[in-house]
């Protein structure tokens, strides 16, 4: 196996050393584990983020004992290409045409080696749980035994049990399934209790094996339908949840290309069809919302226990995150498809033990497509040629500051390929026609004013010279 020894011993003990001047360990020393926890469509609704009427006790929790990424960002706000994208180091456009919900970036790249597949590869146990990749998606190659792929328990009440919503496609059979539900159940009678309950077996399996281990867990929610145990439910007052700040499309924009009529969620049962939703269906679908939030939070309480009874947490790298975040109301959008703050956004806690950046926050831009190389130089891999990510690595083991200076994502409508370029102060999004190469339109935020880009600005001449300059960084970014 090869491994660079001296970098696994700086990034897990730079802390203990410029602390107390330890001693170095051999490099017999035990090979760190990784747990890789990944939910559904979740936006930076958390308590470590400020969110303070959520609850999310244990994700808060592991964020004191995480570098929390502010800007951290996807490369595409929809599940499949976003999910190939970071499991095979492979921006969206270079995944190739065969990617859709049947096949994985392996339809065009059959022999690059992914992320849990290096690790397989160098002596890892590797095994995946739940929604990694997309809903019949899977890449057997990557894992020493089979994917876990979990009942799909989509709906518990009583006269629910047995629907099953045709995820992510606005149908006329999703008129019978409702968009939320709040049965009296347990954990384990929804399918992420029982991928939760399988992660938590395996790491308990995991304590009597010499071999490290790299685990990915995917939770489903808070992905629609917005289900979760009523208890999760009772944790909020729903009179008391905020509504979206700007219900409305952006001031100035080309709502053709940068917004959609949220048809799926508005295909589900008693979901008007257009329009503004009334205020207290708003409210009552952001507390199913929540409430699902809330409950991946517990499930993930479950699995970080099985780590800290089972002894491993202490040489165990954890990353949290989301493939994507979400529109709740804001902008007039319910769900994600979109190049916007809220939908390209997403969490990230990274943990590596005895960091000195436990229980801080950043404000480096991200990628997603960055953890594939920061993971591999954590663990004294060397990722492949193909990986088109950045390690952050040298962030967290506090030798620089950022790694990037622009975040890149993209979104396709109306025959338009729309690409984003998110920098510390601006997100500037081109739309190019598909046949011509034409610009079709532009949008430019300011968030040091504006940040819930609310007021497309990217016609103001007192911005022009600044959305020039963006332009050129984005060329250099496609």
Not at 49 to 76: M, T, W
Not at 87 to 96: A, C, I, K, N, V
Not at 470 to 477: D, H, I, N, Q, T
Request: charged content about 25%; glycine content about 6%.
């Amino acid at each position: 196996m090869k491994f660079h020894v001296s970098l696994i011993i700086v990034l897990f003990l730079f802390a203990a050393c410029a602390k107390e001047k330890t001693t170095m360990p051999s490099v017999e020393d035990k090979l760190p584990n990784v747990l890789f926890i990944i939910a559904d469509d979740l936006r930076n609704d958390l308590g470590a983020y400020g969110a303070e009427f959520i609850v999310s006790p244990h994700l808060d929790a592991l964020a004191e004992e995480s570098l929390v990424f502010n800007r951290a960002y996807c490369q595409k706000a929809v599940c499949w290409p976003s999910r190939n994208s970071f499991f095979s180091g492979l921006m969206p456009d270079s995944l190739g045409k065969g990617v859709n919900s049947k096949n994985t970036f392996r339809a065009e790249h059959p022999d690059i080696v992914a992320l849990p597949e290096l690790f397989k590869e160098h002596g890892w146990y590797t095994r995946g749980f739940g929604k990694i990749l997309h809903n019949g998606q899977d890449d057997p190659i990557s894992w020493s035994e089979p994917l876990f792929t979990p009942e799909p328990l989509h709906y518990a009440a009583e006269e629910n049990r047995g629907k099953h919503p045709i995820i992510n496609k606005s149908v006329p059979e999703n008129r019978v399934n409702p968009l939320f539900e709040a049965a009296d159940v347990a954990d384990d009678e929804y399918e992420d209790g029982l991928t939760a309950n399988a992660a938590v077996k395996a790491i308990q399996a995991a304590g009597e094996n010499p071999d490290p281990f790299f685990l990915m867990v995917g939770f489903h929610k808070p992905h629609t339908p917005f289900n979760a145990p009523k208890k999760y439910w009772d944790l909020y007052d729903r009179a008391t949840l905020p509504l979206a700040d700007f219900p409305e499309p952006p001031d100035n924009v080309n709502e053709t290309y940068a917004t959609h009529g949220s048809n799926y969620v508005r295909s589900f049962k008693d979901i008007p069809r257009e329009g503004q939703l009334p205020d207290e269906l708003a409210r009552e679908i952001r507390h199913a919302y929540y409430a699902c939030i809330s409950y991946v939070d517990a499930l993930v309480g479950d699995v970080l226990a099985a780590l800290e009874e089972t002894g491993q947490r202490e040489n165990t790298i954890i990353v949290f995150t989301s493939d994507h975040g979400y529109q709740l109301g804001d902008h007039s959008l319910w769900s994600k498809h979109t190049n916007f703050e809220l939908a390209t956004r997403v969490p990230l806690f990274v943990s590596v033990p005895n960091s000195l950046a436990k229980g801080t926050t950043t404000d480096t831009l991200i990628e997603l497509v960055d953890l594939f190389p920061t993971l591999a130089e954590l663990c004294g891999l060397e990722s492949p040629e193909h990986v088109e990510g950045v390690s952050f690595a040298s962030i967290l083991a506090g030798q620089k500051t950022e790694v990037r200076d622009t975040a890149f994502s993209e979104f396709t409508r109306s025959g338009a390929r729309g690409c984003s370029i998110r920098t510390s102060r601006f997100r500037y999004i081109e739309w190019r026609d598909h046949k011509t190469g034409d610009v079709v339109a532009q949008e430019l935020y300011d968030h040091s004013k504006d940040p819930g880009e609310n007021v497309n600005i990217a016609g103001e001449a007192a911005y022009a010279s600044e959305r020039s300059h963006l332009a050129v960084l984005l060329e250099g970014r496609k």
